[in-house]
């Protein structure tokens, strides 16, 4: 990798002398680091480039460069890459774009074997500030920042808003159609970059999404917090990703499952990734969510705490340090949280640093927040501009002692107190929604670190004795145990296992069902009748989705009920196996959905919800790489909109939610360790004051 960053010469193949075109922007990067390493320009009508001749071929060089550039047309592209690797070329930059997917797959595998290495084709390019390589098209400005982006102009809009912001750019790499060198290789070599202090990654396919999550915690725990940008939540953001570049995209809350798992932080624009990286590049993490507000306007601070709030910080009232609040305000001001300056900051511009520094030697808060007119003074009425920009220094050496965030917005853009601000490591923006939103992803990030945990699942592969009546799982007929032990070979692959033998695989994971019988008819009833208690529920149990097909009748009092509905499904449905099953007829229960399936990208993932026949509708679901364990599935439970009808709703009993998340942690070990399950779930898993029991069970063979 080493020759994408700094190689010891790079000739540049399609270099142009016409300023419009590609080949001259390479060209001229190019040539800005030809005090560091040789640069060749190849151009097969001999131009002159800003003075520098070139040479027709790659045969014409007077020695073999270490990294050559390709912006050549499509057509000529295999025969450019040919002559290369035959005089020694082992790495490539590919600009070009229109290769079909065979003739790019062809010339990755050429490039493969032949000992070298492509990133691209189709890509805008790469840069390095430390090494002077600018191989890409656009201005770059040097920072900390490093940018790996699918797409080369995403990927350039977020360089401009990098240098915009005062982060500016360490690194870029535009990968482009990832046909050899991949985002994970290039994440993978940034970790032993001095001057990346945080990551930008835009991608639109994951691949192997579980060896990306890897890297990314990589990242993270050397100190790089890498935030991620994909496309896919709209049916139109998957289209595009799928006709710009031929991926597939994965769902964003798949992505956001990874990134959980990995320590990385989700963003939604690039916008949003850069405020964020702004935050963490120069501030010190807050250690808690709790942040004091401080306004010079009641109507900024008031705003201020709303955005915040809904950002998941915390505003606490302030204790003790209230009091030296006061001795400092005016008798008008609020002194609780947000605070109210008014007019103390325009009397006395130190009234802002001297109340930063009470706030964060408190102890009370994590971070400070100001919002309003700082930052504007010296720009609005320069006579201030030297205060100002004194209070600045202090509020900087604050912010060293304690180690702790200050964040400010600022009714100025940009000013000198602003560009003094970032200097000092605070960052500041243009609206309370950059702060709040910036601060809360931080925080999140900087209280929640990756999550490691390894795959298992028993040995027996879920197989159960087998019984005629399946109590607390056992399954109802010795062909059910036979299905699940070689899971259900009878069994048409990607088709639903019937219920019984789904039941099985559950419950050799611990998940607790009533006790069932396997009917085909009134015999089969009626020698359930001893072992039973009703009320029943009878079940089709060949259909995946019994309540959509009218394959299932409950409240069923007696046996001669149960003889009628038996009747009237067979009627309905034909004949085939049915299940009698006790219903579970507790009180205070609520219907959850947990369920686990297979990703393309990121492989097995599980899912908890609000369950029962509306889950689509409400679609209030929680969603993390599998396997997960209890305490990690409390925490998915609690993240649901309906997580208070769990602690117990309007007077409602609380539910046991251990026993839900350890069911959610069972399915999730299911569908890790049964490479042979590509879908399962439970829906609805009834979570009540005294345990969660499983009513439904849907197993999906490969």
């Given at each position: 990798?080493r020759?994408?960053?700094?190689p010891a010469s790079?000739?540049v193949?399609?270099?142009?002398?016409?300023?419009?075109?590609?080949?001259?922007?390479?060209?001229r990067?190019?040539?800005?680091g030809?005090?560091?390493?040789k640069?060749h320009?190849v151009?097969r009508?001999?131009?002159?480039?800003?003075?520098?001749?070139?040479?027709?071929?790659l045969?014409d060089?007077p020695?073999v460069p270490?990294?050559?550039?390709?912006?050549v047309p499509?057509a000529a592209?295999?025969?450019?890459v040919e002559?290369?690797?035959?005089?020694g070329?082992?790495?490539?930059?590919g600009?070009t774009a229109?290769?079909?997917?065979a003739?790019?797959?062809?010339?990755a595998e050429r490039?493969?074997a032949?000992?070298?290495?492509?990133i691209g084709p189709?890509c805008l390019?790469?840069?390095d500030?430390?090494?002077?390589?600018?191989l890409a098209?656009g201005?770059?400005t040097?920072?900390a920042l490093?940018?790996?982006s699918?797409s080369g102009?995403?990927?350039?809009e977020?360089?401009?808003?990098?240098?915009?912001?005062?982060?500016?750019?360490?690194?870029?790499?535009s990968v482009?159609?990832?046909t050899?060198?991949?985002?994970?290789d290039?994440?993978a070599d940034l970790a032993?970059?001095?001057?990346?202090?945080?990551v930008?990654?835009?991608?639109?396919?994951f691949?192997d999404g579980?060896?990306?999550?890897?890297?990314?915690?990589?990242?993270?725990?050397?100190?790089?917090p890498?935030?991620?940008?994909?496309?896919?939540?709209s049916?139109?953001g998957r289209?595009?990703a799928l006709?710009?570049?031929?991926?597939l995209t994965?769902?964003?809350?798949?992505?956001?499952?990874?990134c959980r798992?990995?320590?990385?932080?989700f963003a939604e624009?690039p916008?949003?990734a850069?405020?964020?990286?702004q935050?963490?590049?120069a501030?010190p993490?807050?250690a808690?969510?709790r942040?004091a507000?401080v306004g010079d306007?009641?109507?900024?601070?008031a705003m201020a705490?709303?955005?915040?709030?809904?950002?998941?910080?915390?505003?606490p009232?302030?204790?003790?340090?209230?009091a030296r609040v006061?001795e400092?305000?005016?008798?008008?001001a609020?002194?609780?949280n947000?605070?109210?300056?008014?007019?103390?900051?325009e009397?006395d511009?130190t009234?802002?640093?001297t109340?930063v520094?009470?706030?964060?030697a408190?102890?009370?808060?994590d971070g400070?927040?100001?919002?309003?007119y700082f930052g504007?003074y010296?720009?609005?009425?320069?006579?201030?501009?030297?205060?100002?920009?004194?209070v600045?220094?202090a509020?900087?050496?604050?912010v060293?002692?304690?180690?702790?965030?200050?964040?400010v917005?600022?009714?100025?853009?940009?000013s000198?107190?602003?560009?003094a601000?970032?200097?000092h490591?605070i960052?500041?923006?243009?609206?309370?929604?950059q702060v709040?939103?910036?601060?809360?992803l931080?925080?999140?990030s900087?209280?929640r670190?990756?999550?490691?945990?390894?795959s298992?699942a028993?040995?027996?592969?879920g197989m159960?004795?087998s019984?005629?009546?399946?109590?607390g799982?056992?399954?109802?007929?010795?062909?059910?145990?036979s299905g699940i032990?070689?899971l259900s070979?009878?069994?048409?692959?990607?088709s639903?296992v019937?219920?019984?033998?789904?039941r099985?695989?559950?419950?050799?994971y611990?998940?607790?069902?009533?006790?069932?019988?396997?009917?085909r008819?009134?015999?089969?009833?009626r020698g359930?009748?001893?072992?039973l208690r009703?009320?029943?529920?009878?079940k089709?149990?060949w259909l995946?989705?019994?309540?959509?097909s009218g394959?299932?009748?409950t409240?069923?009092?007696?046996?001669a009920?149960a003889?009628?509905?038996l009747a009237a499904?067979?009627?309905r449905?034909g004949?085939g196996e049915?299940?009698l099953e006790?219903?579970d007829?507790?009180p205070g229960t609520?219907?959850?959905?947990?369920g686990?399936r297979r990703?393309?990208?990121f492989g097995?993932?599980?899912?908890a919800g609000?369950g029962?026949?509306?889950?689509e509708l409400?679609?209030?679901?929680?969603v993390e790489?599998?396997p997960v364990?209890v305490?990690?599935?409390?925490?998915?439970?609690r993240g649901?909109?309906?997580?208070?009808?769990?602690?117990?709703?309007?007077g409602?009993?609380?539910v046991?939610i251990?026993?839900?998340?350890?069911?959610?942690?069972?399915v999730?070990?299911l569908?890790?360790g049964?490479s042979?399950?590509?879908?399962?779930e439970?829906n609805?898993?009834?979570?009540?004051?005294d345990?969660?029991?499983?009513v439904?069970?849907?197993?999906?063979?490969?």
């Amino acid at each position: 990798m080493r020759a994408f960053s700094d190689p010891a010469s790079v000739a540049v193949v399609g270099a142009s002398a016409d300023p419009a075109k590609w080949g001259y922007w390479l060209a001229r990067g190019a040539l800005r680091g030809a005090h560091r390493r040789k640069v060749h320009l190849v151009n097969r009508s001999g131009a002159v480039i800003d003075g520098i001749a070139t040479v027709p071929g790659l045969r014409d060089l007077p020695d073999v460069p270490e990294l050559a550039v390709l912006c050549v047309p499509a057509a000529a592209l295999p025969e450019v890459v040919e002559e290369a690797l035959d005089l020694g070329v082992r790495a490539f930059v590919g600009i070009t774009a229109g290769l079909d997917g065979a003739r790019e797959t062809a010339l990755a595998e050429r490039i493969r074997a032949a000992g070298a290495r492509l990133i691209g084709p189709n890509c805008l390019g790469v840069y390095d500030s430390m090494t002077a390589l600018e191989l890409a098209w656009g201005n770059f400005t040097a920072g900390a920042l490093g940018i790996v982006s699918q797409s080369g102009q995403l990927g350039l809009e977020l360089a401009g808003l990098a240098g915009e912001a005062g982060a500016g750019v360490s690194r870029f790499v535009s990968v482009g159609n990832q046909t050899d060198v991949t985002a994970a290789d290039v994440l993978a070599d940034l970790a032993g970059h001095d001057k990346t202090a945080a990551v930008v990654l835009y991608l639109e396919s994951f691949r192997d999404g579980r060896a990306l999550v890897k890297t990314l915690a990589g990242l993270r725990e050397r100190g790089k917090p890498v935030i991620v940008l994909t496309v896919g939540a709209s049916a139109a953001g998957r289209a595009a990703a799928l006709s710009h570049t031929g991926a597939l995209t994965s769902g964003t809350e798949v992505v956001r499952a990874a990134c959980r798992a990995a320590g990385a932080i989700f963003a939604e624009t690039p916008a949003q990734a850069v405020d964020v990286a702004q935050l963490l590049l120069a501030a010190p993490l807050p250690a808690g969510r709790r942040v004091a507000v401080v306004g010079d306007s009641g109507g900024q601070g008031a705003m201020a705490a709303d955005v915040l709030s809904r950002h998941g910080l915390e505003l606490p009232a302030l204790g003790a340090v209230s009091a030296r609040v006061a001795e400092l305000l005016p008798p008008a001001a609020g002194i609780r949280n947000p605070i109210d300056l008014a007019g103390a900051g325009e009397r006395d511009l130190t009234t802002y640093s001297t109340l930063v520094e009470l706030l964060l030697a408190s102890g009370e808060v994590d971070g400070v927040v100001l919002t309003g007119y700082f930052g504007s003074y010296g720009a609005d009425a320069p006579s201030l501009q030297p205060a100002e920009l004194a209070v600045v220094d202090a509020v900087g050496a604050v912010v060293e002692r304690y180690r702790r965030p200050v964040i400010v917005h600022s009714m100025s853009r940009d000013s000198v107190a602003v560009r003094a601000l970032r200097k000092h490591g605070i960052p500041t923006y243009a609206t309370i929604d950059q702060v709040g939103r910036s601060l809360g992803l931080a925080t999140e990030s900087a209280t929640r670190g990756p999550r490691v945990s390894a795959s298992t699942a028993p040995a027996s592969g879920g197989m159960v004795p087998s019984d005629d009546v399946v109590s607390g799982g056992a399954v109802s007929s010795a062909d059910a145990v036979s299905g699940i032990a070689m899971l259900s070979a009878d069994v048409v692959s990607g088709s639903a296992v019937p219920y019984l033998a789904a039941r099985a695989v559950f419950t050799g994971y611990g998940v607790v069902y009533p006790p069932a019988v396997a009917v085909r008819g009134l015999d089969d009833l009626r020698g359930a009748a001893g072992r039973l208690r009703p009320p029943y529920v009878l079940k089709a149990a060949w259909l995946a989705h019994k309540t959509e097909s009218g394959g299932v009748v409950t409240g069923l009092g007696d046996m001669a009920e149960a003889a009628g509905a038996l009747a009237a499904l067979v009627g309905r449905l034909g004949e085939g196996e049915y299940v009698l099953e006790e219903m579970d007829a507790r009180p205070g229960t609520v219907e959850l959905i947990v369920g686990g399936r297979r990703d393309p990208s990121f492989g097995p993932l599980v899912l908890a919800g609000a369950g029962g026949t509306a889950s689509e509708l409400y679609r209030d679901v929680a969603v993390e790489l599998a396997p997960v364990t209890v305490e990690v599935a409390e925490r998915m439970l609690r993240g649901l909109t309906a997580y208070p009808l769990l602690t117990g709703w309007r007077g409602a009993p609380a539910v046991d939610i251990r026993a839900a998340a350890e069911v959610v942690a069972a399915v999730s070990r299911l569908i890790a360790g049964r490479s042979d399950v590509v879908e399962c779930e439970i829906n609805p898993l009834r979570a009540g004051p005294d345990g969660a029991v499983a009513v439904d069970a849907l197993v999906v063979l490969r």
